[in-house]
């Protein structure tokens, strides 16, 4: 293909085109097209766009691994509900561009210095282009400012449940989260042996999940495992929702309440299904996601700590019934087949006072309509992985159990990143 015709095929997917749709419209196959797509900057640097005389140098693998990992990390910020500003993000550019270059090979530093990557400005403007980011503060604003704007949009946002007529049921929230799925509390024996096992990554085993459910609880979409699809869509199994709208006598209607994250493009709501029109996609303001993101009101903690609690007696039931040794089971007959199981039953665990409890923040008069009729379980989850974990002879105490759970929260190293970046790939 000649370099005009590679740049307009980017320039169409830039412009929200399918992989899929450009393989058809230019009959090529949709790997050929990907691998346009890759090479983007290269080939997007080798002619100037118009009106321009100069040629931009061409950008290095070491600039386009830092940008790759730079933007795990951005999205794993922004899941957590952080702030960003350009400083915070060129600083962090920075490090993993030097924490590359100490990993390349002495043949190669000449051609990418430290000096040749300057987290400059406009190298800031183009990285958000590039990646779609869209919710990163400029000025550093102040956390007050946050809670501010999350006060004005609790008012708005009960004006258009007003306005709409939307009821508990025709509202969802949908979140993603990290999922370290392989892993176990620091202190077992398992993770003191992985840890001495050079080059062994079975602790750094992550995927992503989004879960989403709606404000009275009465309905859980079936978690969504994400790799790399370019267009993940929690609904996709809208048959059944439209079900459950038609059996409760609600209007074929919903809406779905979204954060900034960078994989929630602002114009998803354009590029949904016609037979999925009927859902409404609303976003929460930036920065905002701890105050007011329904799933981070300890929906996704609890959904964690049952995991554990399955992933737990997992463990014990197939030890307790065959000849595997915890070692055993754990290197060799714990894989994701089972880890799905586990999340099922995990997500099916999670209570209908736990879902809607959490709208208490953005939507009160949701949970104030509600009556509980659960009873607090007499066993805590803490308790009951512990015990689970005391059968197997592992040593495990509470604080285990919730030092496991905030690990998923801590913030991602350089080679934390890699490891998310090559089972993506």
Request: aromatic fraction near 8%.
């Amino acid at each position: 293909m000649s370099i005009e015709l590679k740049c307009e095929i980017i320039e169409k997917h830039e412009q929200g085109v399918r992989v899929v749709d450009l393989s058809r419209q230019y009959g090529r196959s949709t790997s050929m097209i990907c691998s346009v797509l890759k090479r983007k900057e290269s080939i997007k640097s080798v002619t100037p766009a118009k009106g321009l005389t100069i040629i931009s140098k061409l950008r290095t693998t070491l600039h386009e691994n830092m940008e790759k990992l730079l933007m795990v990390w951005v999205t794993e910020k922004q899941l957590q509900g952080d702030t960003l500003t350009q400083t915070i993000i060129c600083e962090k550019a920075r490090a993993i561009y030097g924490d590359l270059l100490k990993q390349t090979p002495q043949t190669s530093i000449d051609e990418a210095s430290e000096e040749s990557f300057k987290a400059s400005r406009g190298w800031f403007e183009n990285f958000k282009k590039r990646s779609g980011i869209h919710s990163v503060v400029r000025h550093g604003e102040a956390a007050s400012s946050d809670m501010k704007a999350a006060e004005d949009y609790i008012k708005t946002f009960s004006d258009l449940i007003k306005a709409q007529g939307y009821i508990s049921q025709q509202v969802f929230n949908c979140d993603e989260t990290g999922l370290f799925w392989k892993k176990m509390p620091n202190r077992t024996y398992i993770t003191a042996e992985e840890k001495m096992m050079p080059g062994h990554k079975l602790m750094k085993d992550r995927l992503t999940l989004a879960l989403c459910a709606n404000a009275s609880g009465d309905c859980k979409i079936k978690p969504l495992l994400v790799y790399h699809s370019e267009n993940p869509r929690a609904f996709k199994s809208h048959k059944i929702l439209k079900e459950k709208l038609q059996e409760n006598n609600l209007p074929v209607q919903a809406l779905l309440i979204l954060d900034n994250a960078p994989a929630h493009p602002p114009n998803l709501e354009d590029d949904i299904l016609e037979e999925l029109k009927f859902i409404k996609v609303l976003y929460l303001p930036p920065n905002t996601t701890p105050i007011l993101q329904p799933m981070d009101q300890q929906v996704i903690s609890n959904f964690k700590k049952l995991y554990t609690k399955h992933l737990f007696r997992r463990c014990f039931e197939v030890t307790e019934s065959t000849n595997l040794t915890l070692r055993e089971f754990w290197k060799d007959h714990f894989n994701i087949a089972i880890c799905l199981q586990i999340i099922d039953q995990a997500w099916l665990g999670v209570t209908t006072k736990t879902l809607t409890s959490a709208w208490k923040k953005l939507w009160p008069e949701a949970v104030a309509e509600r009556i509980y009729e659960e009873l607090e379980p007499g066993v805590s989850v803490e308790e009951e992985i512990v015990s689970l974990g005391k059968s197997m002879g592992l040593e495990v105490e509470e604080r285990d159990v919730n030092e496991l759970i905030e690990e998923y929260i801590q913030e991602l190293t350089t080679e934390d990143t890699r490891v998310t970046v090559t089972a993506a790939y």
